[in-house]
């Protein structure tokens, strides 16, 4: 072998060696990097972060039990959240500007309606997030009230003790007028109740009524009561025979004459008067104030004219029947009944004015009372009643008013002078000849009429 082959020879086999070991230190990387024998090659992946835990803070420094007012009002509450959060009234008449949202500082309003009730009352927002919860306290205050029956008294000379009724919901002051501290005074002699006030009233040694004003407090709410007490002076009688009946059963100091207490001391006239064919005018009726319902002047044939005193809530059947020279009636604001024949047959008299509580007028109330010109039903009255206004046969205008559903059996009979009347909407029954030989030249039945009786309007020609 020649000295070039054999040097061409070593040169190969150094080859071999080198690639050789290439080889070995290869897979001894290869075993040493994947010593798991995974057949993938990617690095594995970094873990995800722990969620936070939801948290809701809210700072001392902030209302976390706000009152609201009466009328509505409304409170701001701050708080932070690392998290989704909603918030929850417990009742409809909490209001939240906002009722969810995400992680930060928020600022909620919290408002209510307003408070038409006279009690406080409690609620509550709720926040939450996640399994957190956060609840505030809701309140709001009630409405202010105090209520009377009635504002204005009118009182005997004589000494006595006022009592009346408050309902109220508020603690109450009392605040009597300067020109009346002398003789009113609120009473101390028994129990006070926060629904009962109780004032002694002295005697007025005076002809002259007087007056003063209690003012009732409490919360933001106050009411004014009118007292009236009148003069222990000696009743003027515009008739002689009135006086003489007068004095002859209330006269109790037998002095000759009536005051203004022994009238007022008086409860019960019933039928004193009945059946007078002398009496003209008894307008001082007005003093007897404790009466309870109204006296019987029945067939009282000269009686010309009669004022009723406030406080009488009734004036009875067959009072003033066949009193055909009355003309005139005062009726007390207290009024909310007329009874049965109550005026039938006056027949010269011309106007009254029915007061605006009444709610019944009974059956032949105005029968008869040919002179009658006009009229007007207050709004309470649902039924104008059997012959209520027959025979007014000088009845030219009547206002009827919403609400009234019947007109009963002949309750405009001979209403001769009666050409046009306007019918309520609420009006669904017309009874028999109820506007029978009226005056009508017109009419107009509303559509909630659903019956009319045999002869309704029988002889309207």
Request: charged content about 20%; glycine content about 6%; aromatic content about 6%.
């Given at each position: ?17 080198e ?34 835990t ?14 609201l ?142 007056e ?48 203004f ?138 206002t ?6 019947t007109?009963g ?25 109820a ?27």
């Amino acid at each position: 072998m020649s000295r070039k082959d054999t040097r061409d020879t070593k040169q190969t086999t150094m080859k071999k060696l080198e690639l050789l070991l290439l080889v070995f230190a290869s897979a001894f990387l290869l075993s040493a990097c994947g010593g798991d024998n995974s057949p993938s090659s990617e690095p594995s992946p970094a873990p995800s972060p722990t969620p936070a835990t939801p948290s809701i803070d809210i700072a001392t420094t902030e209302n976390t039990s706000p009152v609201l007012s009466q009328t509505g009002g409304s409170a701001q509450l701050t708080f932070k959240t690392n998290a989704d959060w909603t918030a929850k009234s417990s009742d409809s008449w909490i209001k939240v500007s906002q009722t969810s949202g995400k992680a930060g500082t928020i600022t909620l309003t919290i408002s209510a309606e307003d408070n038409d009730g006279y009690d406080d009352r409690k609620g509550t927002v709720t926040i939450s997030s996640g399994s957190v919860s956060k609840t505030i306290d809701v309140s709001q205050v009630q409405k202010d009230a105090i209520v009377l029956a009635l504002q204005d008294y009118s009182v005997a000379a004589t000494a006595q003790t006022l009592d009346f009724e408050v309902e109220t919901n508020v603690s109450l002051s009392v605040a009597i007028s300067d020109d009346a501290s002398s003789w009113i005074t609120q009473a101390t002699t028994r129990a006070l109740h926060t629904e009962s006030l109780h004032f002694d009233i002295a005697p007025n040694p005076t002809k002259e009524t007087r007056e003063g004003i209690i003012t009732i407090s409490g919360g933001s709410v106050s009411q004014n009561i009118k007292v009236k007490q009148d003069g222990d002076g000696i009743i003027t009688f515009e008739d002689a025979e009135v006086k003489r009946i007068c004095v002859e059963n209330w006269d109790t100091n037998k002095d000759g004459e009536l005051s203004f207490s022994e009238a007022a001391a008086v409860t019960i006239i019933d039928t004193t008067f009945s059946n007078n064919k002398i009496i003209k005018s008894f307008n001082e009726l007005q003093y007897f104030k404790n009466i309870q319902i109204s006296p019987y002047f029945t067939s009282c044939s000269n009686l010309e004219k009669i004022t009723i005193p406030e406080g009488v809530t009734s004036i009875g059947n067959y009072v003033f029947a066949g009193c055909n020279s009355l003309t005139s009636v005062g009726m007390p604001e207290s009024l909310i009944s007329i009874g049965e024949r109550a005026f039938k047959e006056c027949n010269n008299l011309n106007n009254i004015t029915i007061p605006e509580g009444v709610t019944d007028i009974g059956d032949c109330a105005f029968d008869g009372c040919s002179s009658l010109s006009s009229i007007t039903i207050p709004e309470g009255v649902t039924t104008i009643n059997q012959s209520t206004f027959n025979m007014c046969k000088s009845l030219a205008s009547i206002t009827i008013p919403e609400g009234v559903t019947t007109i009963g059996d002949s309750a405009f009979g001979s209403c001769y002078s009666l050409t046009n009347i306007i019918l309520p909407e609420s009006l669904t029954h017309i009874g028999v000849y109820a506007f029978a030989v009226s005056g009508l030249n017109s009419i107009s039945i509303p559509k909630g009429v659903t019956s009319i009786d045999y002869a309704a309007f029988k002889g309207c020609i």
